[in-house]
């Protein structure tokens, strides 16, 4: 065997005890390595006992209601204006469990309104706006009589649907009675995708009880008594209240 031969023999022999020693080492070290690991169960009870804490106007709130008792509309209403504790003017919902998943059909309440809509009735300023191609409105109202005058503007209105007709109250000899009808909030009743429940605005907790109340009548009407299985009422900041449905 040459001297070279012999050297990287060598070489290679000592490496590899280097290494043995090494590994001997640290092994030592992997062994005492220990991990500490949080239950899922018990960062789960922590999770929930956090979300589970109200605040002191919520608490003094909740006294207020039994929840064990189904209130009346009207209980239900004035229950929800007195344990409101928002600083703003906070909006009412119901809170609806049906039998039926889908659209329930279509409302108007009748004191509910309907701000972000621009409504106007076809007039001389509106034609000019048009031939400008500007449109300034949401919902458009003509009579029988001023209609033929949009005849132009048909393929600019029609695909937006905003052109009008009798089907929807936009054609009509009485236009202030549109107008005023128009001008509540028209909405489309219908439950989540996946669970027969729904959520729908029906006030503000400034509204008069009367007109909530009446809002809250024209929804179980159209939406249908046997239908129900459960209502809530609550406000912005409040706690729920429960319904009686009378069937």
Same mark, same amino acid.
Not at 4 to 12: G, N
Not at 135 to 148: E, G, S, V, Y
Not at 208 to 233: C, G, T
């Given at each position: 065997m040459s001297k070279t031969s012999q050297e990287l023999k060598a070489k290679k022999a000592k490496k590899l005890a280097v290494e043995d020693q090494v590994v001997d080492q640290k092994a030592p070290e992997t062994e005492t390595v220990t991990i500490k690991e949080t239950p899922?169960?018990?960062t789960t009870e922590k999770i929930i006992k956090a979300a589970r804490v109200r605040g002191k106007k919520y608490l003094a709130a909740k006294k207020k209601i039994d929840v064990s008792k189904l209130y009346s509309p009207k209980e239900a209403v004035k229950l929800i204006k007195e344990t409101s504790f928002s600083k703003f003017d906070g909006k009412i919902q119901a809170h609806l469990t049906v039998i039926d998943i889908g659209n329930l059909g279509e409302i108007n309440f009748p004191h509910l309104e309907l701000g972000t809509k621009r409504i106007e009735l076809l007039n001389d300023k509106i034609l000019a706006e048009l031939k400008e191609g500007k449109i300034n409105f949401d919902i458009l109202i003509a009579t029988t009589t001023t209609m033929p005058k949009l005849l132009p503007y !048909?393929?600019?209105l029609g695909p937006k649907g905003l052109m009008p007709n009798p089907k929807?109250?936009?054609?009509t000899d009485k236009p202030e009675e549109a107008m005023k009808k128009l001008a509540v909030a028209k909405t489309v009743i219908k439950t989540e995708s996946k669970a027969p429940v729904l959520h729908i605005t029906i006030?503000?907790?400034?509204?008069p009880e009367k007109e909530?109340? !009446?809002?809250?009548?024209?929804?179980?009407k159209v939406v249908k008594a046997p239908k129900i299985k459960k209502i809530v009422l609550s406000a912005t900041m409040s706690p729920g209240v429960k319904v009686l449905v009378e069937k």
């Amino acid at each position: 065997m040459s001297k070279t031969s012999q050297e990287l023999k060598a070489k290679k022999a000592k490496k590899l005890a280097v290494e043995d020693q090494v590994v001997d080492q640290k092994a030592p070290e992997t062994e005492t390595v220990t991990i500490k690991e949080t239950p899922v169960e018990e960062t789960t009870e922590k999770i929930i006992k956090a979300a589970r804490v109200r605040g002191k106007k919520y608490l003094a709130a909740k006294k207020k209601i039994d929840v064990s008792k189904l209130y009346s509309p009207k209980e239900a209403v004035k229950l929800i204006k007195e344990t409101s504790f928002s600083k703003f003017d906070g909006k009412i919902q119901a809170h609806l469990t049906v039998i039926d998943i889908g659209n329930l059909g279509e409302i108007n309440f009748p004191h509910l309104e309907l701000g972000t809509k621009r409504i106007e009735l076809l007039n001389d300023k509106i034609l000019a706006e048009l031939k400008e191609g500007k449109i300034n409105f949401d919902i458009l109202i003509a009579t029988t009589t001023t209609m033929p005058k949009l005849l132009p503007y !048909a393929r600019i209105l029609g695909p937006k649907g905003l052109m009008p007709n009798p089907k929807n109250g936009t054609l009509t000899d009485k236009p202030e009675e549109a107008m005023k009808k128009l001008a509540v909030a028209k909405t489309v009743i219908k439950t989540e995708s996946k669970a027969p429940v729904l959520h729908i605005t029906i006030g503000k907790v400034s509204q008069p009880e009367k007109e909530i109340e !009446a809002n809250l009548a024209e929804l179980i009407k159209v939406v249908k008594a046997p239908k129900i299985k459960k209502i809530v009422l609550s406000a912005t900041m409040s706690p729920g209240v429960k319904v009686l449905v009378e069937k």
